[in-house]
Structures are given as C-alpha cells and as structure tokens.
C-alpha cells in the first residue's frame, strides 16, 4: 500500500522566515503530487500541485519535487501567522483519481 | 462559488445505531469521495464513486457502505455503528485527479 510520510510537527517558524515542509512517498509509480492547507476547525483547500522534477513557484509558496529521491517539499516564503495551519501532501498515480494523503505537518508562525 | 453540502456538523449516535451521512455537490462532478480524519492517522479513504450508481472501495471500507443514486449526492452509511467509527468525516468531489472540493465535514461521535 502506497505510504506518504511527513513529519507531523509542530513546526515553529518565525514571522517573515521561510518555512520547509517536507514529504516522503514510498511508491515509485506516483506521478502527481499536491499539497493541501487545513486550518484548524476547517476542511482541506488545495495550494500547490508539481508533476515534473524541480520547482514550481505560485506566489509566496515553492513546491519541489525529486522523483529519484522520492519526496515533494513545499517552501513559505515570508511566512505570515496567517500560513499558520496543518499542511497536507497527497499524491496519486496518473489518472487515478484516489489520492493518498500524509497525516500532514502542523505550522505555527511566530509573529 | 463551488459548494459541498455535508448534511450535519456534529452528530451523536448510540452503538449498533444505522447512520447516514449525506454530502451534496453543486459542480456537476462525477468523483466524490468519503474520507474519514483522526489524530495522527490522517485523512483516510473510506469509499468513492466515479460515476451514479457506481463505487469502489478505499482504504478503510470495513464498517461502512455508499449510494450514489444520483450525480450530485453521495450517502456514507454506518451499518451498525461502533465507538471506533466515532470520527471528524470529510466528503469531497472533483472532476479530475487535480482538486478536491471538500465539504465542512462531520463529526460524529458515538456513544
């Protein structure tokens, strides 16, 4: 069974630093890789999703992607105590729709 | 805007009780998905649909049923139900493998 692992935190990160979040997966035919937002008492929202090695840029958010490795990060720029919440990696074979989530990494900004 | 529609926010049942939860989509999605999210465990599939009138099995079946009679609902039902079903639970649906739309979920205890 696919296995996606992150590290479950909390991460404390000061305001305005950059925060690194980090996800392993165990099967190497994955091929989409997504990272979703939860706030605390809400439901997951999706923020970034990569599909080919390196990285992709939206905004203040990086994820990077390292097939040969095997993991998918994603980086805060300028952290706010508004990015403060859990955060989710997934990941899904190509064209199947079930995707497999991480038990997700709590990030605490500090203001 | 997008919405799914989870019938109730919190829910409190007996042991050996048949639950139904409901999730309502507005998108003309044909996924929808029934998650189940605990304290260090994660978000865990239960059961998800592709199509009306069809389902297959997630991670965690045991316990659990669906009905998709039409397109824009997909029912989770709690057969008998037992303390260790007691649970925050995430409806969600997509058109493709990108994005999940998640409902605002709900947790039901049981007693």
């Known amino acids: 069974q696919k296995e996606v692992e992150q590290n479950s935190g909390p991460l404390s990160v000061p305001e305005g630093a950059i925060a690194s979040l980090n996800c392993t997966y165990s099967d190497r035919v994955s091929q989409s890789f997504f990272w979703y937002r939860q706030y605390s008492g809400k439901s997951p929202e999706l923020i970034m999703s990569i599909y080919s090695n390196g990285d992709k840029e939206d905004g203040r958010f990086t994820a990077q992607l390292n097939k040969a490795s095997q993991y998918v990060s994603l980086l805060i720029r300028d952290s706010q105590p508004s990015d403060s919440a859990t955060y989710l990696c997934?990941?899904?074979?190509?064209?199947?729709?079930?995707?497999?989530f991480g038990t997700g990494t709590r990030l605490t900004i500090i203001p | 805007d997008v919405k799914v529609t989870q019938s109730s926010r919190y829910l409190v049942k007996r042991t050996g009780e048949k639950v139904f939860l409901e999730c309502v989509q507005d998108?003309?999605?044909?996924?929808m998905f029934w998650y189940r999210q605990d304290p260090g465990l994660g978000l865990r599939l239960i059961y998800f649909?592709?199509?009306?009138?069809?389902?297959e099995k997630g991670d965690i079946p045991e316990g659990y049923s669906v009905s998709r009679e039409k397109k824009e609902r997909f029912s989770l039902i709690l057969e008998s139900a037992s303390t260790n079903q007691t649970s925050m639970y995430l409806c969600?649906?997509?058109?493709?493998?990108?994005?999940?739309?998640f409902g605002s979920g709900t947790q039901l205890s049981v007693l």
């Open positions: 969600a649906s997509s058109s493709t493998y990108e994005k999940l739309f």
């Open positions: 998108m003309d999605h044909e996924n």
């Open positions: 997934a990941v899904n074979d190509f064209g199947n729709e079930k995707l497999t």
């Open positions: 649909s592709y199509d009306v009138k069809m389902k």
